[in-house]
Structures are given as C-alpha cells and as structure tokens.
C-alpha cells in the first residue's frame, strides 16, 4: 500500500490496514538482509580461496625464479671460467684492493672455497679499529694467510673515545665474514693532532676498505660511552686487545715483510708492543707510531736491543718511530736503511754525535725525516757525514738540529724541509748545506711550514728568515712552502727584480704556500703586484737578463691577512689554483 493513498487525516481502518503493511514491509527486509548477508558471505568464501591460490602461486613462481637464476648462474659464462684463470682474476683484484677477500669469499660457495684456498689473498691486512673490537679478526685473517706467505700488515688503532664504547648487539658465533662499511668512511683516514705533533697517513697506495669486526660495531662513529664498572666485560676486553692482538701478529713475526702499527693516543695495553722482538729475516718497512707524546719508560722491545743482541733485520730498509722509545745503540739503526722517520718522546734526550752516529750507520738513506723535541750538545766531536743518494730531507724540533744539519752533505738532495725552532736566521743553515752539497737541484723547500703555529716545546716559530736572497740560487724550484715569517719581504723577493742587475728569483717556481705570515695592511698589496708580475692577464711575465719565469699554477694562504672577496676573485682569474684560509679574527660568522 503506498503511504500517499493513506486518507488524511488517518482513520481506524487505514491505521489497521498501514500496521499490516508495515509488518509484511518488516519480514521483506529480514529476508533481504539475509540474503545480503549471504552473499557477501559466499563472496568473501571466494576471495579467500582466490587469495589462496595467488599466494600459492606466488610461492610456486618465486621457487620458480630462484631455479630460473640457479638455472642462469649455472649455465653463466664465468663459471665455466676454470680455477687457474679465476685465480689469476682474483690476484689481479688483489693487487688494487687488498682487502678483495672478504668480498669474493661472499660471492658464491664456490668462490669462497676458491678464496679460502688462496692463502696471498689474505696476506695484505688493512685494518682500521678500536679497543672494544674483538681481536679475532686479525687471528681470523692471519689464519687464512696461511703459513708460508709473506705478511704485509697496516693496523689503525683508534683509541679516542672508543676504549669503553658499548656495544648494542651480542658478539657473534664466529667472526663475520664481510659486513659492509659504514656509509661514508674517509678513504684515507686523518687525524687532526695538536700542534707539533705527527701527523699519521695511511700511505696513498693502500685504501684502507676494511671489514668490521666480529663485535658489529661501528668503527667510525663511536658515541661517548657511559660510565661502567671495572667488572664490565667490555673494559676488561679493552684493557686485553692489545696483548692479544699483538700476540697473534708476533706468532707470525717470521712472516712480516711490512708491518705498520698505528694509534692516535695511550691505550691501556700498550706495553703490549714491548713483546714485539725477534727475528723478522723478510721485514722490509716497519713503523710503531702515536699522533702524541705518551708517557713510557724504556721497553726491551726490538728498537731498544743493545748492541751485542743478535737481530736478523737483514732485508730493512724502511724504519718510521713516532712517540714510543728507542736507543741510538739499536742494532735495528744498522740495517743500511733507505728510509728513516724518528719523532722522539721529549724523556729522550740524545746528544747530536749520536743522532749523527744514527744517520752515518745508513749511508743509502733516500729519504731522512728526524723530530727531536730535546737535543743536548754533542759530546764528541762532529764530523762530516755524506748522503750520496738522499733525496728528501725534513728536520724538525730543537733549535740543536740546524747544528746537526752543518755536519751533512748531500749531493743529490731534491725536497728539503726545516720546522726548527727559531733561535738564529734559518737562510744561513739553508745556505752553508747547498755550498757544501754542490748546489744540489732542489725543487722543493718548507721553511718553518709544519710548525708554524707554535708548540708549548718551541722559543717560537720554526725557523727565522731574515733575508730571502739565499734563493736567488735555486733555480730548480717548483714548490715553496714558508710559515711564520714577515709576509711583505718574502713576496718582494719573489716579485719582479727592482735591481738592474738582478734577476728573477726561483724562475721556476709554480707552487706557494703561506701559513700563519704575520703582515702589514700593505701586504695583500704586494701579493697582487706579485701575481700581476708572474701571471700578467696577457701574455708572459717580463723577460729579465734572457729569463722569463714560469707562470704561477698553485698558490695557498692560511692564517696570514683578510684578503676580501674581490681581490680573491681576482687571484682565481690569474692563477689556476687558489686556496685562502682566513685569520679566526677575519673570518665571517
């Protein structure tokens, strides 16, 4: 019955008659919604079960890819590549990426089986770590090398605030073979130390691309740990890492052909390198280094063996010691070096006659680089000492060094570097061992450049230069590096000759270097007239007496004036590369 044929106003039997219809209007929509109800029932019935069979079907497909791709990897060129040829890829490999091993023994069960049977694969150790690493990973790595092969070992030591860093995951079973890196570690890591200290570098040749750890942690960026209690496992293992990683490596002493051994700081085993002695009959480099001054007496360790000990070193021939003790007596110092670095604990005080007695016993140095922070006069008398073959020659520390360095002759010295402390004109030094030399054809010279922002050890900056004429006589010069010096006479001295009878000073130069340059409000000044004389906007440089002097390629200023925005702009259009560190008290916010 439709509700607008209803009688207005109602009635008796048109409210009896509408009760009925709204009734039998009731049970329609129960039967409705049942139906309703039904069908999605039976819908949902239906996609469940289509569900189900896509999902099996899925499960049957991705079963299917993976024999598809077992299918293609074992039909794939490469593995019918027999294991002499992959041998000889796998070398190859090596030879750019030391630490290639860890990667191709995660490749596939063949290649590691490959990998693991190569024991020279693993003979190169590049590791760059901390104290709450497990040691295993050098045991591990020592392991797989074999035991014949010769070892060629790099360990960094991080000891800043990673000696307690907790670890947030449980040590693994058994060591990882390759996790990879953190996302952006330094391809050569540097550390920043204080002023006069060394400054460690992993050598240019050897990436440092290191797997971590077996202990997961991230060897890059340690967060300051909290405080923990001498019964913490954790401390007890770093106070442990250095005598058993050592002791691990010194097993394997016999097999050493490089040996490098970094830390930036004091660790708490570090008598643990007081173990290191014995024979190493294939050593051929060996360096023990700290960025700074560490406190330790004298140890019995291989650089400090008295002179009648027994010490097979016979293949040495490059020697680096930073900060930890040695004796000038050492028969480790009679080996007929080619490359000497000593940086000396300021607790070791060596007259110059045996510093000299060093140098003399190793007569075909090429490179000698000697930092002592306190010298006494010699007790017996100096006598003249000739590098026949020293190409490179840094001095740096004690104001007694420029003495050590007027008992030297060196005929082919090419790179010559002074960082001494200032007490008398450095130029007359640098003067006397060019004569006595020959006038050698040096092409690159630091005066003072290393330490010029003075250390508490230093009277002052390294090196005074009163007069630069002396280069008037180093005609072969590229490279010049200065710190610490008036800035003004050094730039006149390299602009053109105001003397009708001079001439163009180092010709040849291409590269300069100024740090910590005290100047005068004209000094920027003459930095422009001396890039307008080398580098004129068109054409060459001013021929002078037949010689016009190369154009200026390198030029970099750190901590000497404000040069400004507009005359900065104008060295980058003259000169092809410019670098300008402003003084703290210039520099913008």
Not at 70 to 77: D, F, G, K, N, R
Not at 196 to 225: C, E, K, M, R
Not at 322 to 350: A, D, E, G, M, Y
Not at 512 to 528: E, N
Request: hydrophobic share 40%; aromatic share 6%.
């Amino acid at each position: 019955m439709d509700p607008l044929s209803h009688p207005e106003p109602p009635t008796e039997s048109s409210i009896s008659e509408a009760r009925r219809a709204l009734q039998s209007q009731r049970q329609a929509l129960s039967q409705l919604s049942e139906r309703i109800t039904s069908a999605e029932d039976a819908l949902s019935q239906i996609v469940a079960d289509k569900k189900r069979t896509i999902r099996e079907m899925q499960r049957e497909q991705h079963a299917l890819e993976l024999k598809v791709k077992h299918t293609l990897a074992y039909i794939s060129p490469i593995r019918r590549l027999p294991n002499e040829l992959l041998r000889h890829i796998f070398m190859f490999n090596f030879d750019n990426h030391p630490c290639c091993a860890w990667i191709l023994a995660s490749v596939c069960i063949p290649w590691r089986r490959l990998a693991l049977s190569i024991p020279k694969l693993w003979s190169k150790i590049r590791l760059v770590t901390n104290q709450s690493a497990s040691p295993d990973t050098i045991r591990l790595w020592l392991e797989r090398s074999g035991d014949k092969v010769p070892l060629d070992i790099e360990i960094y030591l991080r000891v800043s605030g990673s000696s307690a860093e907790p670890s947030s995951r449980a040590r693994a079973s058994s060591p990882t073979p390759w996790i990879p890196p953190p996302p952006s570690p330094p391809a050569h890591y540097v550390l920043h130390p204080p002023p006069g200290a060394a400054i460690l570098l992993p050598p240019a040749q050897t990436p440092i691309i290191v797997p971590q750890s077996p202990s997961h942690h991230d060897a890059w960026g340690a967060s300051p740990p909290p405080p923990s209690s001498r019964s913490c496992p954790q401390t007890q293992r770093n106070t442990h890492w250095g005598h058993i990683a050592i002791f691990y490596l010194i097993e394997q002493m016999h097999r050493w052909q490089r040996f490098v051994f970094r830390f930036d700081k004091q660790f708490p085993s570090i008598s643990a390198l007081k173990s290191i002695n014995g024979e190493a009959p294939m050593l051929r480099e060996f360096e023990i280094s700290c960025a700074e001054t560490i406190y330790a007496n004298e140890w019995a360790w291989l650089p400090c063996t008295t002179p009648s000990t027994p010490v097979t070193l016979s293949q040495l021939q490059s020697l680096m010691l930073h900060h930890v003790p040695f004796k000038w007596s050492s028969p480790i110092f009679k080996t007929n070096l080619r490359s000497l670095n000593l940086r000396s604990l300021p607790s070791n005080h060596l007259p110059l006659d045996r510093i000299l007695h060093i140098i003399s016993n190793n007569q075909n140095l090429e490179s000698l680089t000697l930092h002592f922070a306190v010298v006494v006069p010699a007790i017996l008398p100096l006598h003249t000492t000739c590098l026949p073959k020293l190409r490179e020659l840094t001095f740096g520390g004690h104001y007694h060094m420029s003495t050590l360095t007027d008992a030297l002759v060196l005929p082919t010295l090419d790179v010559l570097s002074l960082d001494i402390e200032a007490r008398d004109p450095i130029e007359d030094v640098i003067t006397n061992l060019l004569q006595r030399s020959n006038n050698p054809p040096v092409t690159e010279l630091s005066v003072s450049y290393g330490n010029a922002n003075n250390s508490a050890l230093y009277y002052g900056p390294g090196g005074i230069v009163i007069a630069w004429n002396f280069l008037a006589e180093m005609n072969h010069l590229h490279s010049l590096s200065v710190g610490g010096t008036p800035l003004e006479p050094f730039l006149v001295a390299l602009g053109t000759p105001e003397d009708e009878l001079a001439h163009w000073i180092c010709p040849n130069l291409k590269t300069v270097t100024m740090k910590s340059c005290h100047t005068h409000p004209d000094g920027i000044a003459k930095l422009v007239q001396l890039i307008e004389a080398r580098n004129p906007e068109t054409g060459t440089a001013t021929m002078v007496h037949g010689v016009t002097p190369s154009k200026l390629r390198h030029i970099e200023l750190h901590d000497c004036a404000s040069v400004g925005p507009d005359v900065l702009e104008w060295l980058k259009r003259r000169v092809d590369e410019v670098i300008c560190v402003e003084p703290s008290y210039g520099r913008s916010v």
